[in-house]
């Protein structure tokens, strides 16, 4: 089916007859063929026109009418009417359809008044092409896509992986059409029978077209549209395309034993036909010269989808080729002013001789960070605008950073390769390559926390709530004390008599309140790094505002207003000066504590951008959206460097390895995709998860990443290791994946919350570069983050199993 469909009727054209004089060739025919004729001819179809009035002339004897009760090429009037009326759409309200079920259309008809006028109908179906008026039987797309099910399954190991793709977007279109040819119910017994073995990987998508059930809802639907008018990329090699081809034209490959006529049939040309309809008007084929056994498995996904839009320019055909237009990036760590830096290595001089401490020697070796190999690091001139002078918290946090460096945790997941975890050199191994995890679950709040954040220091946690309301907590158990409201600043000489400003009493957690909406994102200031507590935190909300709130006074300092839509996340800069924001109206923006209004916005996205994070030298944003898609911002510039194309639904969260050379991206596909900055490549796909993720970070060396979703754990993969899937290994049907077991499934209860029922879980996929799975009993892990020594913080709600 072509997606240029037909424009509809206009006032000016009331009948096809009135703009169209009688053909006299046609006088001899009955009086429902003469309608369709004249309809395909005021519809200018007339190549469809001349093949079906050649058709019946064939099969009718000159000056003889054919017999409706007999005709297999007719239909009467009433027939006719019953399958276009689905179509048509209330005047007052054009998104609704008029007739909903074709059964009762001539009753309903009539009861509105209104005449059995095909034309009337017609006039009001609007953009419905004409070959899907008249296609009749919906058996066709079942028995295509069970075919081409069968085909995949049947092919070579090594051609799965690049075929099991193209499953994806023949059911869409499929679904998609057997809707808007208003066949509903062969519509849903479609997505029953088919939509198993696509879940895991389009879970959201599936769901999403489920609940498009009439034309209407299909031609106001964005997703829906987007298939329709963009052409879906899928990757193949040239022999992969050779084998695709050789199926959908002669039926080669495939076939089971003893299935008969096979692919070879009647139905079986059918299916074919109506795979090969979608192939041709709705998917683009990127055919490489590359080997099948050359390319990783996962790489077939990584040019696949509705692409076009989603390249921020045109002219370029794939991601990859844009990415190498922006050329290098400058990664490394910012340098510090000299200044600063001399300040802090006489601090460090000095406690080194009060403290006496033999190892304090080398803290001067941590306190000029170097770049990787191969990295370029920027210069001063390069950062965002700063202060032009230092204060004293700055010493103090670039000497605690020093110090934090020395005394780190080690983390090497390495060491446990090839190691028996169960003696005592694993138990060892153990705990060289794991990290301590300190989990903080909030009790008797359901699932009204939204978000969670930690202080660097370790001395406040932060939970933003559903209600619109901010609670802060002391995880040291001091009292949180503001200052008074009569505080009156000419009594302040020193900082005795400022502390006795502050009010009596207190308790250990603090409410503030603020928005007026949900609060989706809260984030401490990185100021004093783990030196001191923070002096701000900074939150995004519902209410399309982000507030900044000071920690002296516990109040509402600014809100600063500029997005049109709910706000989904915010974060500081490492830097302290500047933080950015993501919101459903599609942009990113950056914004200074100083200035009310937005310094960038940061537009390109085709639908809600869900999360940012600064990358750590403050020079670039990288972005998450619902369109699929992850994007590198250069900051001051506003222009998009990078675009990073590979997952298969809503990225959600992201997290920058701290040497700045990479970025980890997971979301609701249950994928986690390590990407190479420097190129724009994804480095390696890591599956394990199996229901959404929520919160990613990486250790201190950037050796391991740790993530947190709604399978209730904790999750622990080593960035070095090559990944992949493990070598005993079955196929299970999803997504184009050979999918690997890994002994025994973790996390199943929470599989069972996202599919809604047992019987439609899959089996858990994991690769080799999982370390560990640590559960919870029932909290799904909605933030991970590391302390500066590499100890893991997470947290998130307890759901009581009544609320499953």
């Known amino acids: 089916m072509s997606t240029a469909t037909p424009a509809a009727s206009t006032p000016e054209v009331s009948s096809p007859a009135a703009a169209n004089p009688p053909d006299p060739s046609t006088s001899d025919l009955n009086a429902t063929d003469k309608l369709v004729l004249d309809y395909l001819r005021a519809r200018g179809h007339s190549a469809a026109e001349k093949l079906l009035k050649e058709s019946l002339e064939a099969s009718s004897p000159p000056g003889q009418t054919p017999d409706p009760s007999t005709s297999t090429n007719t239909i009467s009037p009433e027939e006719l009417a019953r399958r276009i009326a689905v ?70 190991d090594m051609y799965k992986p690049e075929f099991r793709p193209i499953l994806f977007p023949i059911f869409c279109h499929f679904y998609l059409d057997l809707i808007q040819q208003g066949f509903k119910e062969a519509a849903l017994r479609f997505h029953e029978e088919f939509s198993h073995s696509l879940r895991t990987r389009h879970n959201q998508v599936i769901h999403h077209l489920s609940t498009l059930l009439l034309p209407s809802h299909v031609q106001n639907d964005e997703l829906a549209q987007r298939f329709r008018n963009e052409k879906y990329h899928i990757r193949m090699s ?112 000095e406690r080194a001789l009060v403290d006496r401490d033999p190892n304090s020697q080398y803290d001067l070796q941590y306190a000029r960070q170097a770049a990787p190999p191969g990295v370029v690091s920027p210069t001063l001139s390069d950062l965002p605008p700063h202060p032009p002078t230092f204060k004293l918290v700055d010493v103090k946090r670039e000497v605690e950073k020093v110090r934090d460096a020395r005394k780190r945790i080690r983390l090497d997941p390495s060491v446990l390769n090839g190691v028996n975890l169960n003696t005592l050199q694993g138990a060892a191994a153990r705990a ?105 935190l900074i939150s995004a909300s519902a209410d399309a505002t982000a507030r900044l709130w000071s920690l002296d006074t ?22 302290g000066i500047y933080f950015a924001t993501g919101s459903r109206d599609k942009t990113a923006r950056l914004w200074s504590t100083d200035r009310t209004s937005a310094l960038r916005i940061y537009a390109g996205h085709l639908s809600d951008v869900d999360c940012v994070r600064f990358h750590p030298n403050s020079l670039y944003l990288a972005t998450g959206s619902s369109d699929w898609t992850a994007r590198l911002w250069d900051v001051q510039k506003g222009s998009c460097v990078r675009v990073f194309i590979g997952h298969q639904g809503i990225v959600s969260t992201l997290a920058f390895s701290p040497d700045g050379r990479y970025l980890a991206t997971a979301g609701e596909d249950l994928a986690i995709n390590l990407w190479d900055l420097g190129s724009g490549k994804r480095i390696k796909k890591m599956l394990g998860h199996t229901a959404s993720i929520y919160s990613l970070a990486f250790s201190a060396e950037s050796s ?9 754990t904790v999750r622990c993969w080593d960035v070095k290791s090559a990944g992949g899937l493990h070598t005993k290994s079955r196929e299970n049907g999803v997504n184009g994946m050979t999918n690997g077991v890994n002994g025994t499934e973790n996390g199943t209860e929470g599989a069972a919350l996202t599919n809604g029922s047992s019987k439609e879980q899959e089996e858990n996929i994991q690769t080799v570069d999982l370390v560990e799975t640590f559960p919870t009993k029932r909290t799904p892990v909605i933030d991970v983050q590391f302390t500066p020594r590499n100890l893991c913080l997470v947290a998130g709600p307890y759901l009581a199993p009544e609320q499953r």
Not at 554 to 575: C, I, L
């Open 87 to 156: 179509y048509a759409q209330k005047p007052t309200q054009p998104g609704q359809n008029a007739l909903k079920d074709s059964g009762v259309v001539i009753q309903e008809l009539g009861s509105m008044g209104n005449p059995q006028d095909i034309q009337k109908l017609i006039s009001s179906i609007g953009a419905v092409g004409a070959e899907d008026i008249l296609s009749l039987d919906p058996t066709d797309k079942q028995d295509g896509f069970r075919e081409l099910e069968a085909w995949v399954d049947g092919s070579l």
């Open 238 to 349: 040239r022999s992969g395309f050779s084998l695709l081809i050789g199926w959908l034209t002669e039926g080669v490959g495939g076939e089971g034993t003893g299935s008969g006529d096979g692919f070879s049939g009647e139905r079986g040309k059918r299916g074919r036909a109506a795979v090969m309809r979608v192939v041709n008007n709705h998917l683009k084929f990127d055919v490489t010269t590359s080997n099948t056994t050359s390319v990783s498995p996962n790489a077939w996904e990584e040019s696949t989808g509705v692409l076009a839009p989603l390249i921020p320019q045109t002219g370029f055909k794939d991601a990859q080729s844009y990415n190498v237009s922006k050329g290098d990036l400058k990664l490394g760590p910012a340098p510090l002013p000299e200044e600063l830096q001399t300040e802090a290595e006489r601090e460090l001089r």
């Open 432 to 536: 060289r390559a794991l990290p301590s995890i300190c989990a903080y679950t909030l009790h008797d709040v359901g699932e009204g926390v939204s978000s969670c954040t930690f202080s660097q220091d370790t001395s406040l946690m932060a939970a933003g709530f559903s209600e619109s309301y901010i609670r802060i907590w002391s995880l040291k158990g001091e009292k949180l004390r503001g200052y008074r409201n009569d505080f009156q600043p000419n009594n302040v000489k020193d900082v005795a008599s400022l502390r006795k400003q502050k009010e009596k009493g207190g308790s250990t957690t603090r409410k503030l309140i603020g928005h007026a909406g949900p609060v989706y994102a809260v984030d401490f200031d990185p100021i004093g790094g783990s030196a001191e507590p923070p002096k701000y």
């Open 554 to 575: 516990m109040t509402n300092v600014v809100a600063y207003r500029g997005h049109q839509n709910p706000v989904w996340d915010v974060q500081w800069s490492p830097m």
């Open 704 to 712: 391991l990443l740790v993530s947190g979703g709604a399978d209730w």
